[in-house]
């Protein structure tokens, strides 16, 4: 986190519109700032190297030098902490669990808008990953054929951001001010989870989040 109290971004993508565009929209936010906005992974872990504090990377999966998830493996590998955010314009449920597999903190469609990208990417620097809902609801990644398989609950991006400082044990006094929420708001975020979720507290909403791959963690919930 930078001096002025936001998250600094990498910006790595060979599309100079769609970079541009992710620049202005971090540009205009009150919570990130970019330390870098690069073309290919060898610029990319070039500028990882002069931002050590850089606390994300969102990396084109179709980039040169890449590779695949290869080059996912060599930012994790160089770059142990960093959360790493996989940006691509073809995303299936193989894709993303592969991604996750590699060390990505989450994947975001080419076609989010700004709103559901801020909120991923807050999501994922709680330590939770993200993977869009519309792969968590196919068969291939979530069973949904199989025998009491349970519905998408339909969360917003903010209610996911909420959820996720759940899982981490997060009071509400302190999700209100990480997310510049009042209180009052946070509370109504949670009775909406709760009702989604079809549960009765905080703790059987997170197993249930977890269950469901709304929110997957790095270390157990305890």
């Not at 541009?20 to 060898?42: G, I, M, P, Q, T």
């Not at 193989?94 to 807050?122: E, W, Y």
């Not at 917003?156 to 001010?177: D, F, M, Q, S």
């Amino acid at each position: 986190m930078s001096d002025s109290g936001k998250h600094r971004i990498l910006i790595a993508d060979d599309h100079p519109l769609y970079r541009d565009a992710l620049v202005n929209l971090f540009l205009r936010s009150k919570d990130f700032e970019v330390c870098a906005a690069v073309s290919s992974l060898d610029e990319a872990l070039e500028a990882l190297k002069a931002n050590a504090d850089c606390a994300l990377a969102l990396l084109d999966l179709g980039m040169p030098g890449m590779g695949g998830l290869s080059g996912v493996d060599r930012v994790s590998a160089a770059y142990p902490g960093l959360r790493i955010a996989i940006i691509s314009g073809q995303l299936d449920a193989t894709s993303v669990r592969a991604a996750l597999n590699h060390g990505a903190s989450g994947c975001l469609p080419k076609t989010f808008d700004p709103p559901m990208i801020l909120a991923a990417l807050r999501l994922m620097l709680t330590g939770a990953s993200y993977v869009p809902h519309e792969l968590i609801a196919t068969p291939a990644n979530r069973g949904a054929d199989a025998p009491g398989a349970e519905a998408d609950p339909g969360m917003t991006p903010r209610e996911l951001e909420v959820l996720a400082l759940l899982a981490h044990g997060t009071p509400n006094k302190e999700i209100a001010r990480d997310l510049g929420l009042a209180e009052v708001t946070v509370k109504l975020h949670v009775r909406r989870i709760l009702q989604k979720l079809n549960v009765r507290n905080r703790s059987a909403a997170v197993a249930a989040a977890i269950r469901q791959g709304l929110v997957k963690l790095d270390a157990p919930v305890l």
